[in-house]
């Protein structure tokens, strides 16, 4: 079992930046794998950004150069770095875990936390 908490969601003008917070309430080094995806109203979820144990990363086209994530390991937390944010990236984030690097998907979720990009 894993539980994660995300934080750090909130009301940002465009052009502005933010950073999520996801703390898993286990060891990182125990999880293969940590994604961040987004749901806007209307839309499929999708995914935003993915690290690994290795710390490789992976980004959708739409956040490359804009978004960054990263991982403390000491912490158990990993963070979504969002800058330069548009109206599009509105949507509720949610953390999530691969334990193994042959899951399909997610195996554990987050709440969500709202992100909303608006002047």
């Known amino acids: 079992q894993v539980q994660l908490v995300e934080s750090g969601g909130g009301l940002v003008q465009p052009g502005g930046s933010l950073r999520l917070s996801c703390t898993a309430s286990?060891?990182?080094?125990?999880?293969?794998?940590m994604d961040w995806y987004r749901q806007a109203p209307g839309k499929e979820r999708e995914l935003v950004a993915a690290?690994?144990?290795?710390?490789?990363?992976n980004y959708a086209d739409s956040v490359k150069g804009r978004f960054t994530i990263s991982r403390d390991n000491a912490k158990n937390t990993v963070y979504l770095n969002m800058n330069s944010l548009k109206p599009d990236d509105t949507a509720v984030y949610y953390c999530?875990?691969?334990?193994?690097?042959?899951?399909?998907?997610?195996?554990?979720w987050g709440q969500g936390t709202q992100v909303t990009v608006s002047s």
């Open positions: 999530s875990a691969r334990l193994v690097p042959s899951s399909p998907k997610p195996e554990y």
């Open positions: 286990r060891s990182l080094f125990s999880i293969y794998g």
């Open positions: 690290i690994t144990v290795r710390s490789s990363t």
